[in-house]
C-alpha cells in the first residue's frame, strides 16, 4: 500500500540554523565568509574537503616550501585568503558532502554517516568548476587523466608523474601544468596543443581585452616561453586525437601539422578548460542560460549573484568561469548582499562596498573573451564522432544519442530515458555538457533552445539508511 | 606481478625515506605513500586498475581526482562503492577493488563470504 | 498546409504510443503529437509493474481488464523485440504485496478472495506465510509476517517500452511530431463523416486524446468527459547491485539493469513534481524495515512524477457521442495496460466495438453524484 499524505506524517527536524550557509571552500566561499563574518552574520560553510582551499588552492594550508615554488605565486596568493578565513569565525564543517539545497533554503547534508540539516537565512552556492569532459577514442581507459586531477595530485599530496607525460588540449591550466611541471624536474613526453592559427586569428578581435588584461597575458606568454623552449616536444594545432591501448592507456594518437604521430605514455592528462559546477543550480529548478562564448550553462543572476531562486546566490567559477581572483571578488559581493537581505547592513553602505569590488571585476574580466576565443574547445573534441563513448557511467555513444535524435528525442530527458545516458553515478556532471550539444547540433538548433538534463537530489549519493534516519 | 606507479611524491631535498603506511589491498600487505586520499595513495602504489564498469566490465580508474567522475569506487573497510579521491588514508584500511556489483545479500549474512569472493578477483597491481 | 492522416494520437507516452502501434498494426496511418522534453512524462515516471493483484477490488470490469492485459503483455514483448529489436525486460515471476500484522494480512486475504469470487475463481492468488515469503525472498527483514502473491504479476522495464513502441511505431510509418504540445481541437461534423483539426496544422477524421493529465483540458473540445487529477509518486533509484530479489513488489523492485527501485508515495500536490525530504524519508524507512540489507544501498537519485487518476482511480474510455471519432483513453497503469492498449483498444479506435469491461469505463460515469475517490491498489 503507497503512502497517502497524511498530517502525522514525517516532519524533518531542522537541527541547525544559520544566517548564511555557503557551500564550498574555495576562493568565492572563504571571501564570502569572511566579508559575512565582517557584518556580523553567523555563517556556516560547508565542504568535502578535509582543508579549506577549494580546487585551485588545494592544500594551501599545509604546503610546504618547496611544493609552493613549484605551483608558483598565484597558488601562494591564496595562503592570505585561507589564513583570514580561518580567522573569521565562520564554522567550517569539512567532509562535508551536501545532497540537498531547497529552494526554502534548507541545506541538507551528509557527514561521517551521519545526516545533517541546517535552514539557513541565506544560500551561497559557491561550488566552483569542474574540468570540461574531452570525449575522444580510449578516453575511458585507466591511465587517462585530467589535467586538474593532476593538479590536484600535485597540490594535495605533492606527487607528480614518474615516467613522460603527456599533456593534450588547450588552455591556461594545461600550459600552467607544463610549466609546474618543468620546475619540478618532472618528464613530459609532449605537450599536444588542439590550439591552432585559426584560434590565435579569432581570439585577435578581443586583443584589446587581453591588451587590457595585460599583466595576466605577459604572465601566460612567459610561460609558454618556457615550456617552448624547454625542449619539450610541442606539438601544434592537434586534430584527430585518440587514446591508443587496449586494458590501458600506452599512448595518445593525433594528427598535428599535417602529419599522423603517436607519443608513447602510459599517462595522459587531458584538459580543455573548466565549466561551472552547476548541479545544484539546476536541482532549484534556476534559470539558466547556454554561454556560447564559453560553451557552458551559467545560472542566470542579478548582479549579485542572486539566483530567480529567492534568497540563494551563487559566486564564483560555478556561476560563470572568471578565475580565482574574481571568484573572490563575486563571493564578497554575495556575502555583502545576503547581509544586507538579513538586515545587518544597510543597502547604501552595500553599494558604496561594492563599487570598487565591481569595478576590479570588470578588470580582471576584460581578459575573458580573448582567453575564451583563443582556447575555444574544438568542436570535435566536443560533439564526437558515433564511436566515441560520451556517458562514461552508462557507456553511451555520440552515436546512440544521435540515434534516438532520429527516433524523434528533441532534448536531453528524452534521450537519458531512452539511452541511460545521465542516470549513471555522475549524474551527468561528465556528459551533461556533450549531450547538450551532441543533440543540438542533430537538430540544428541552438543549445539553450535544447536544455540541460532534469538534476535532481542526491546531489551526492547517501544511503538508504542514512536517508532514512533524516527525521 | 608489480607495476611502476603512474605518480611518485616529488623528491625532497634530504629526505632519507618517503613516510608510507600499512593498508591491505586485496588481502594483501601494502606500504602506501602517505598522501591526502586514498585514491592518491593508491595511485602512486602502482594500483592501475580500481574497478570494472558495470556495464561492460572495463577497467576504470580515477579521472577527475575530484569527487565528479566517480571512477575511483573502491570498497573501504566494508563499504562498497565509495570515491576513493575522497576519503583519507588511514593506516589499517582494508581497501578492496570494486571488481564487479555489491552483493547486499553477501553483505548481510556473510562477511567472510564477501571476503573470500573478493580474493578470487583480480586485483590491480 | 494541413497535414492529413487517419489517426491523431495527441500524446508520446505509454499509452498514445500503445494505441498508435495498435492503430499502426491494422494498417492505419497516425500522427502523433507530443510535448517537449521537460513535459511531466508519467511514462517517464513510473514503478514498470506488470500488476494485477488488487486492482479491481469492487469493480470485477477493472480486474477482469487487467488480467487480460497481464495475458497477453508476453505476446507484446516479443512483437515488440521482433519489430524494434529492443527487449524490454519483461519477467512475470509473480508479485509479492507484504503483510506487516495479522490483521493486514486479514483484510489482504478478504480484497483477494473478493476479486477472485467476482471473477469467478480464475484469479489463482495464495496467501503467504513468513517462511513461504522468505523462500522467494530472503532478504526480507522480521517486520514482515507475510504476503499475498499473485502468479500472474510481473514487471518490465518502462523506459524500454517507450523506446520499443516508438521504434516500431517509426518502422510501421507512424509520424511522431515532437514539441508539439496542443491545447485545441475544432471538431466538425458534417452528414457523414467527422473531421477534427488539431493546433490548426493537424487534420484527421479521428482524433485519440492520449495526453495524460492533458486530457482534462482537450475533452471538453470534443464533448468528452475527463476529470483526472494529478497525484504525486516520489521514488528512490538506488545504485546497481547483485540481484537480491527475484519478485517485483509494489515498492520494492529491482530492475533488469540491477538498480533499485523504491517507492512510493501518494500525495495530492498540483502539478508538482518535486521531491522532498520528509516523504524521501518515510519511504527509505519502509524500504529498510522491509529489506534491512538495503540500508548501506546508495540512493543515486530521486524523482517525483504525477500520475493521472480519476476520481474512482479506474481509466476513462470513452467516444464522443456529440463527435464520433474522438476518443478519450485515459489510465493510470499505462505499463500494465499497455498490451491492453495495443491490441484491444486500438481496434476499438480502428472501428471495432467497445471491449466488454471497458463499458464501465465512459467519462460520463463521472458526472453522477455519489463519486469517491478509490485507491485501486
Same mark, same amino acid.
Given at each position: 500500500?503507497?503512502?497517502?499524505?497524511?498530517?502525522?506524517r514525517?516532519?524533518?527536524?531542522?537541527?541547525?540554523?544559520?544566517?548564511?550557509?555557503?557551500?564550498g571552500?574555495?576562493?568565492?566561499?572563504?571571501?564570502? #565568509?569572511?566579508?559575512?563574518?565582517?557584518?556580523?552574520?553567523?555563517?556556516v560553510? &560547508?565542504?568535502?574537503?578535509?582543508?579549506?582551499?577549494?580546487?585551485?588552492?588545494?592544500?594551501?594550508?599545509?604546503?610546504?616550501?618547496?611544493?609552493?615554488?613549484?605551483?608558483?605565486?598565484?597558488?601562494?596568493?591564496?595562503?592570505?585568503?585561507?589564513?583570514?578565513?580561518?580567522?573569521?569565525?565562520?564554522?567550517?564543517?569539512?567532509?562535508?558532502?551536501?545532497?540537498?539545497?531547497?529552494?526554502?533554503?534548507?541545506?541538507?547534508?551528509?557527514?561521517?554517516?551521519?545526516?545533517?540539516?541546517?535552514?539557513?537565512?541565506?544560500?551561497?552556492?559557491?561550488?566552483?568548476?569542474?574540468?570540461?569532459?574531452?570525449?575522444?577514442p580510449?578516453w575511458?581507459?585507466?591511465?587517462?587523466?585530467?589535467?586538474?586531477?593532476a593538479?590536484?595530485?600535485?597540490?594535495?599530496?605533492?606527487? #607528480?608523474?614518474?615516467?613522460?607525460?603527456?599533456?593534450?588540449?588547450?588552455?591556461?591550466?594545461?600550459?600552467?601544468?607544463?610549466?609546474?611541471? &618543468?620546475?619540478?624536474?618532472?618528464?613530459?613526453a609532449?605537450?599536444?596543443?588542439?590550439?591552432?592559427?585559426?584560434?590565435?586569428?579569432?581570439?585577435?578581435?578581443?586583443?584589446?581585452g587581453?591588451?587590457?588584461?595585460?599583466?595576466?597575458?605577459?604572465?601566460?606568454?612567459?610561460?609558454? #616561453?618556457?615550456?617552448?623552449?624547454?625542449?619539450?616536444?610541442?606539438?601544434?594545432?592537434?586534430?584527430?586525437?585518440?587514446?591508443?591501448?587496449?586494458?590501458?592507456?600506452?599512448g595518445?594518437?593525433?594528427?598535428?601539422?599535417?602529419?599522423t604521430?603517436?607519443?608513447?605514455?602510459?599517462?595522459?592528462l587531458?584538459?580543455?578548460?573548466?565549466?561551472?559546477?552547476?548541479?545544484?543550480?539546476?536541482?532549484?529548478?534556476?534559470?539558466?542560460?547556454?554561454?556560447e562564448?564559453?560553451?557552458?550553462?551559467?545560472?542566470?543572476?542579478?548582479?549579485?549573484?542572486? &539566483?530567480?531562486?529567492?534568497?540563494?546566490?551563487?559566486?564564483?567559477?560555478?556561476?560563470?568561469?572568471?578565475?580565482?581572483?574574481?571568484?573572490?571578488?563575486?563571493?564578497?559581493?554575495?556575502?555583502?548582499?545576503?547581509?544586507?537581505?538579513?538586515?545587518?547592513?544597510?543597502?547604501?553602505?552595500?553599494?558604496?562596498?561594492?563599487?570598487?569590488?565591481?569595478?576590479?571585476?570588470?578588470?580582471?574580466?576584460?581578459?575573458?573573451?580573448?582567453?575564451? #576565443?583563443?582556447?575555444?574547445?574544438?568542436?570535435?573534441?566536443?560533439?564526437?564522432?558515433?564511436?566515441?563513448?560520451?556517458?562514461?557511467?552508462?557507456?553511451?555513444?555520440?552515436?546512440?544519442?544521435?540515434?534516438?535524435v532520429?527516433l524523434?528525442?528533441?532534448?536531453?530527458n528524452?534521450?537519458?530515458?531512452?539511452?541511460?545516458?545521465?542516470?549513471?553515478?555522475?549524474?551527468?556532471?561528465?556528459?551533461?555538457?556533450?549531450?547538450?550539444?551532441?543533440?543540438?547540433?542533430a537538430?540544428g538548433?541552438?543549445?539553450?533552445?535544447?536544455?540541460?538534463?532534469r538534476?535532481?537530489?542526491?546531489?551526492?549519493?547517501?544511503?538508504?539508511?542514512?536517508?532514512?534516519?533524516?527525521? | 606481478?608489480?607495476?611502476?606507479?603512474?605518480?611518485?611524491?616529488?623528491?625532497?631535498?634530504?629526505?632519507?625515506?618517503?613516510?608510507?603506511?600499512?593498508?591491505?589491498?586485496n588481502?594483501?600487505?601494502?606500504?602506501?605513500?602517505?598522501a591526502?586520499?586514498?585514491?592518491?595513495?593508491?595511485?602512486?602504489?602502482?594500483?592501475?586498475?580500481?574497478?570494472?564498469?558495470?556495464?561492460?566490465?572495463?577497467?576504470?580508474?580515477?579521472?577527475?581526482?575530484m569527487?565528479?567522475c566517480?571512477?575511483?569506487?573502491?570498497?573501504?573497510d566494508?563499504?562498497?562503492?565509495?570515491?576513493?579521491?575522497?576519503?583519507?588514508?588511514e593506516?589499517?584500511?582494508?581497501?578492496?577493488?570494486?571488481?564487479?556489483?555489491?552483493?547486499?545479500l553477501?553483505?548481510?549474512?556473510?562477511?567472510?563470504?564477501?571476503?573470500?569472493?573478493?580474493?578470487?578477483?583480480?586485483?590491480?597491481? | 498546409?494541413?497535414?492529413?492522416?487517419?489517426?491523431?494520437?495527441?500524446?508520446?507516452?505509454?499509452?498514445?504510443?500503445?494505441?498508435?502501434?495498435?492503430?499502426?498494426?491494422?494498417?492505419?496511418?497516425?500522427?502523433?503529437?507530443?510535448?517537449?522534453?521537460?513535459?511531466?512524462?508519467?511514462?517517464?515516471?513510473?514503478?514498470?509493474?506488470?500488476?494485477v493483484?488488487?486492482?479491481?477490488?469492487?469493480?470485477?470490469?477493472?480486474?477482469?481488464?487487467?488480467?487480460?492485459?497481464?495475458?497477453?503483455?508476453?505476446?507484446?514483448?516479443?512483437?515488440?523485440?521482433?519489430?524494434?529489436?529492443?527487449d524490454?525486460?519483461?519477467?512475470?515471476?509473480?508479485?509479492?504485496?507484504?503483510?506487516?500484522?495479522?490483521?493486514?494480512?486479514? $483484510?489482504?486475504?478478504?480484497?483477494?478472495?473478493?476479486?477472485?469470487?467476482?471473477?469467478?475463481?480464475?484469479?489463482?492468488?495464495?496467501?503467504?506465510?513468513?517462511q513461504?515469503?522468505?523462500?522467494?525472498?530472503?532478504?526480507?527483514?522480521?517486520?514482515?509476517?507475510?504476503?499475498?502473491?499473485?502468479?500472474?504479476?510481473?514487471?518490465?522495464?518502462p523506459?524500454?517500452?517507450?523506446?520499443?513502441?516508438?521504434?516500431?511505431?517509426?518502422?510501421?510509418?507512424?509520424?511522431?511530431?515532437?514539441?508539439?504540445?496542443?491545447d485545441?481541437?475544432?471538431?466538425?461534423?458534417?452528414?457523414?463523416?467527422?473531421?477534427?483539426?488539431?493546433?490548426?496544422?493537424?487534420?484527421?477524421?479521428?482524433?485519440?486524446?492520449?495526453?495524460?493529465?492533458?486530457?482534462?483540458?482537450?475533452?471538453? $473540445?470534443?464533448?468528452?468527459?475527463?476529470?483526472?487529477?494529478?497525484?504525486?509518486?516520489?521514488?528512490?533509484?538506488?545504485?546497481?547491485?547483485?540481484?537480491?530479489?527475484?519478485?517485483?513488489?509494489?515498492?520494492?523492485?529491482?530492475?533488469?539493469?540491477?538498480?533499485?527501485?523504491?517507492?512510493?508515495?501518494?500525495e495530492?500536490?498540483?502539478?508538482?513534481?518535486?521531491?522532498?525530504?520528509?516523504?524521501?524519508?518515510?519511504?527509505?524507512?519502509?524500504?529498510?524495515?522491509t529489506f534491512?540489507?538495503?540500508?548501506?544501498?546508495?540512493?543515486?537519485?530521486?524523482?517525483g512524477?504525477?500520475?493521472?487518476?480519476?476520481?474512482?482511480?479506474?481509466?476513462?474510455?470513452?467516444?464522443?457521442?456529440?463527435?464520433p471519432?474522438?476518443f478519450?483513453?485515459?489510465?493510470?497503469?499505462?505499463?500494465?495496460?499497455?498490451?491492453?492498449?495495443?491490441?484491444h483498444?486500438?481496434?476499438?479506435?480502428?472501428?471495432?466495438?467497445?471491449?466488454?469491461?471497458?463499458t464501465?469505463?465512459?467519462?460520463?460515469?463521472?458526472?453522477?453524484?455519489?463519486?469517491?475517490?478509490?485507491h485501486?491498489?
Amino acid at each position: 500500500m503507497a503512502f497517502e499524505a497524511s498530517p502525522s506524517r514525517t516532519r524533518i527536524r531542522m537541527a541547525d540554523t544559520a544566517d548564511i550557509v555557503i557551500i564550498g571552500a574555495g576562493p568565492a566561499g572563504m571571501a564570502a #565568509a569572511i566579508v559575512a563574518r565582517r557584518h556580523g552574520a553567523t555563517v556556516v560553510l &560547508l565542504d568535502e574537503q578535509p582543508a579549506a582551499g577549494g580546487q585551485i588552492y588545494r592544500g594551501i594550508m599545509s604546503a610546504p616550501l618547496q611544493r609552493l615554488n613549484v605551483l608558483g605565486p598565484d597558488y601562494e596568493a591564496g595562503a592570505e585568503l585561507a589564513r583570514e578565513f580561518a580567522l573569521s569565525g565562520a564554522r567550517h564543517i569539512t567532509g562535508a558532502a551536501v545532497w540537498q539545497v531547497t529552494g526554502d533554503r534548507h541545506v541538507h547534508y551528509l557527514r561521517n554517516g551521519c545526516v545533517r540539516s541546517i535552514r539557513a537565512g541565506r544560500v551561497l552556492l559557491c561550488t566552483g568548476a569542474m574540468e570540461r569532459p574531452f570525449p575522444m577514442p580510449g578516453w575511458t581507459l585507466p591511465g587517462v587523466m585530467t589535467g586538474g586531477a593532476a593538479q590536484i595530485l600535485l597540490k594535495g599530496s605533492g606527487m #607528480a608523474p614518474s615516467q613522460p607525460v603527456v599533456l593534450a588540449g588547450c588552455g591556461p591550466l594545461l600550459y600552467l601544468l607544463g610549466w609546474q611541471y &618543468l620546475r619540478a624536474g618532472v618528464p613530459i613526453a609532449a605537450i599536444v596543443d588542439t590550439t591552432g592559427r585559426s584560434d590565435y586569428r579569432h581570439a585577435l578581435r578581443h586583443a584589446r581585452g587581453a591588451l587590457a588584461g595585460w599583466r595576466y597575458l605577459k604572465k601566460g606568454l612567459g610561460l609558454m #616561453a618556457a615550456l617552448k623552449s624547454s625542449g619539450v616536444p610541442f606539438y601544434k594545432g592537434a586534430t584527430d586525437l585518440h587514446v591508443l591501448g587496449d586494458k590501458r592507456a600506452r599512448g595518445l594518437g593525433f594528427v598535428s601539422g599535417g602529419r599522423t604521430r603517436k607519443v608513447e605514455s602510459p599517462l595522459i592528462l587531458l584538459h580543455q578548460g573548466v565549466v561551472p559546477n552547476t548541479q545544484f543550480s539546476w536541482s532549484l529548478r534556476a534559470r539558466h542560460r547556454w554561454d556560447e562564448s564559453q560553451l557552458c550553462w551559467a545560472p542566470v543572476t542579478n548582479e549579485w549573484g542572486e &539566483l530567480d531562486v529567492a534568497g540563494i546566490f551563487v559566486a564564483g567559477d560555478s556561476g560563470g568561469i572568471g578565475g580565482a581572483r574574481v571568484a573572490a571578488l563575486q563571493g564578497e559581493l554575495a556575502g555583502l548582499a545576503a547581509v544586507t537581505q538579513l538586515g545587518k547592513l544597510a543597502a547604501h553602505t552595500r553599494d558604496a562596498l561594492a563599487a570598487p569590488l565591481r569595478a576590479e571585476v570588470r578588470k580582471n574580466l576584460f581578459i575573458r573573451p580573448f582567453l575564451d #576565443a583563443l582556447y575555444r574547445p574544438k568542436r570535435a573534441n566536443r560533439i564526437p564522432a558515433d564511436r566515441t563513448v560520451v556517458c562514461r557511467c552508462e557507456e553511451v555513444t555520440a552515436g546512440d544519442i544521435r540515434g534516438y535524435v532520429s527516433l524523434g528525442c528533441i532534448g536531453p530527458n528524452q534521450v537519458k530515458s531512452f539511452g541511460r545516458c545521465g542516470m549513471g553515478p555522475c549524474q551527468g556532471r561528465q556528459c551533461g555538457l556533450t549531450v547538450t550539444e551532441i543533440i543540438a547540433d542533430a537538430r540544428g538548433v541552438a543549445p539553450g533552445e535544447t536544455g540541460y538534463f532534469r538534476i535532481r537530489p542526491p546531489i551526492k549519493p547517501i544511503t538508504l539508511g542514512e536517508l532514512a534516519n533524516e527525521a | 606481478m608489480s607495476t611502476d606507479p603512474l605518480f611518485v611524491p616529488l623528491a625532497r631535498a634530504g629526505a632519507s625515506a618517503m613516510p608510507t603506511v600499512a593498508i591491505t589491498l586485496n588481502g594483501e600487505a601494502l606500504q602506501v605513500p602517505v598522501a591526502s586520499s586514498v585514491a592518491a595513495a593508491l595511485l602512486a602504489t602502482g594500483v592501475r586498475r580500481f574497478r570494472n564498469s558495470p556495464v561492460s566490465g572495463e577497467a576504470r580508474a580515477p579521472y577527475c581526482m575530484m569527487g565528479v567522475c566517480f571512477e575511483c569506487l573502491l570498497e573501504i573497510d566494508g563499504t562498497p562503492n565509495r570515491q576513493s579521491c575522497l576519503v583519507s588514508l588511514e593506516a589499517g584500511m582494508c581497501i578492496r577493488t570494486q571488481d564487479g556489483l555489491r552483493d547486499l545479500l553477501a553483505e548481510a549474512c556473510d562477511p567472510a563470504l564477501a571476503l573470500a569472493r573478493a580474493l578470487e578477483a583480480s586485483h590491480g597491481l | 498546409m494541413m497535414n492529413v492522416s487517419d489517426t491523431i494520437v495527441i500524446g508520446g507516452g505509454l499509452v498514445g504510443c500503445a494505441v498508435a502501434y495498435g492503430l499502426a498494426r491494422q494498417g492505419a496511418s497516425v500522427t502523433m503529437l507530443d510535448e517537449g522534453d521537460l513535459a511531466f512524462r508519467a511514462a517517464r515516471g513510473n514503478f514498470g509493474l506488470v500488476w494485477v493483484q488488487g486492482k479491481g477490488f469492487g469493480s470485477a470490469p477493472y480486474a477482469r481488464w487487467t488480467r487480460s492485459s497481464a495475458k497477453l503483455w508476453p505476446r507484446l514483448a516479443l512483437d515488440l523485440m521482433e519489430e524494434s529489436g529492443v527487449d524490454v525486460c519483461l519477467e512475470q515471476p509473480g508479485g509479492l504485496w507484504f503483510t506487516f500484522s495479522d490483521e493486514e494480512h486479514e $483484510q489482504r486475504r478478504i480484497v483477494m478472495q473478493g476479486i477472485q469470487d467476482d471473477l469467478e475463481g480464475d484469479y489463482p492468488f495464495e496467501m503467504l506465510g513468513r517462511q513461504d515469503v522468505l523462500a522467494r525472498a530472503p532478504a526480507l527483514g522480521r517486520a514482515v509476517i507475510g504476503a499475498s502473491y499473485l502468479p500472474l504479476d510481473g514487471h518490465a522495464n518502462p523506459l524500454k517500452l517507450l523506446r520499443a513502441l516508438h521504434t516500431a511505431n517509426l518502422r510501421r510509418g507512424v509520424r511522431y511530431v515532437s514539441g508539439q504540445p496542443v491545447d485545441t481541437i475544432v471538431p466538425q461534423q458534417c452528414a457523414e463523416a467527422s473531421l477534427f483539426t488539431v493546433q490548426s496544422r493537424w487534420q484527421a477524421p479521428r482524433v485519440v486524446l492520449a495526453a495524460g493529465l492533458g486530457n482534462r483540458h482537450l475533452a471538453q $473540445q470534443v464533448g468528452l468527459y475527463a476529470p483526472v487529477v494529478p497525484n504525486r509518486g516520489q521514488v528512490l533509484i538506488g545504485e546497481r547491485c547483485a540481484r537480491f530479489l527475484d519478485y517485483p513488489t509494489l515498492f520494492v523492485r529491482q530492475t533488469d539493469e540491477g538498480t533499485v527501485q523504491i517507492g512510493d508515495s501518494m500525495e495530492e500536490v498540483g502539478f508538482n513534481d518535486e521531491v522532498t525530504t520528509d516523504v524521501l524519508a518515510d519511504i527509505a524507512r519502509r524500504a529498510v524495515r522491509t529489506f534491512p540489507v538495503l540500508s548501506g544501498l546508495r540512493i543515486v537519485r530521486a524523482w517525483g512524477a504525477l500520475r493521472i487518476l480519476s476520481p474512482d482511480g479506474l481509466p476513462i474510455y470513452e467516444e464522443s457521442r456529440r463527435y464520433p471519432g474522438a476518443f478519450v483513453a485515459s489510465c493510470h497503469s499505462g505499463v500494465t495496460l499497455a498490451a491492453a492498449h495495443a491490441f484491444h483498444l486500438a481496434r476499438w479506435v480502428g472501428g471495432a466495438p467497445l471491449p466488454d469491461e471497458c463499458t464501465a469505463f465512459g467519462g460520463e460515469r463521472f458526472l453522477t453524484p455519489h463519486d469517491q475517490l478509490r485507491h485501486v491498489h
